[in-house]
Nanobody
Framework: QVQLVESGGGLVQAGGSLSVSCAAS????????MGWFRQAPGKEREFVAA????????YYADSVKGRFTIARDNAKKTVYLQMNSLKPEDTAVYYC????????????????????WGQGTQVTVSS
């Protein structure tokens, strides 16, 4: 069983920066590929970024590439999402997710492939 707890959301002006974190339980955190997704009101959940178990591979949605950075600290069992140059369209509830797989070196961008989800943290970007 894996539990994920997001934190760090909040309100920020357009052009600003915000970092969200996801603390995980589980003895083999370093083997879990992790992902960040977001869901805005009235919209479907969408992929934001993913990172492999070791952190050696990352993958980003085109909409956030160059502005967001995903990283992980396996000793702290935490994955981070640093968000820069934020836009009002980045406003959403941000969720982290973990995939249990032996392919810990892979990254995944489909929400249906993830096994565990956090409760989400709200990020609001004002114009």
């Amino acid at each position: 069983q894996v539990q994920l707890v997001e934190s760090g959301g909040g309100l920020v002006q357009a052009g600003g920066s915000l970092s969200v974190s996801c603390a995980a339980s589980g003895r083999t955190f370093s083997s879990y590929p992790m992902g960040w997704f977001r869901q805005a009101p009235g919209k479907e959940r969408e992929f934001v970024a993913a990172i492999s178990g070791s952190g050696g591979s990352t993958y980003y949605a085109d909409s956030v590439k160059g502005r967001f950075t995903i990283a992980r600290d396996n000793a702290k069992k935490t994955v981070y999402l640093q968000m820069n140059s934020l836009k009002p369209e980045d406003t959403a509830v941000y969720y982290c997710a973990a995939k249990i797989t032996s392919h810990y070196y892979s990254v995944y961008d489909r929400s249906s492939l993830y096994d565990y989800w956090g409760q989400g943290t709200q990020v609001t970007v004002s114009s």
